[in-house]
């Protein structure tokens, strides 16, 4: 069974940056879409961005845009990418990777089987 384990998180001062991995252990992703979700203490879990696996980005929640880029890596599609620009305070929060079988791409966390352990970023004023 694929195995998400995300990495890269960590504390940054307003403004700053990280780039945050989700490797898919000894296998490449499965299922049609990988995304990055993320969850705040006291808020549910949303969808950050989601791309189609191997393929086109589908999502971008309207408080990321411009900031936040979701990639794959060419040669190993094993490893997703969340690059995390001109960060905010109200970005705080654990990140989580997830793949999901769901066609098209969906934005619903309950679309998703698999996900990763999750990340921790936070994001100091």
């Known amino acids: 069974q694929v195995q998400l384990v995300e990495s890269g998180g960590g504390t940054v001062q307003a403004g700053g940056s990280l780039r945050l991995s989700c490797a898919a252990s000894?296998?490449?992703?499965?299922?049609?879409?990988v995304g990055w979700f993320r969850q705040a203490p006291g808020k549910e879990r949303e969808a950050v961005a989601i791309k189609v696996t191997g393929g086109i980005v589908t999502y971008y929640a309207d408080s990321v845009k411009g900031r936040f880029t979701i990639s794959q890596d060419n040669a190993d599609k094993m490893v997703v990418y969340l690059q995390m620009n001109s960060l905010r305070p109200e970005d705080t929060a654990m990140y989580y990777c997830?793949?999901?079988?769901?066609?098209?791409?969906?934005?619903?966390?309950?679309?998703?089987?698999?996900w990763g352990q999750g990340t921790q970023v936070t994001v100091s004023s």
């Open positions: 000894g296998h490449t992703f499965t299922g049609n879409c």
């Open positions: 997830a793949s999901s079988w769901s066609a098209p791409c969906r934005v619903v966390s309950g679309e998703y089987q698999t």
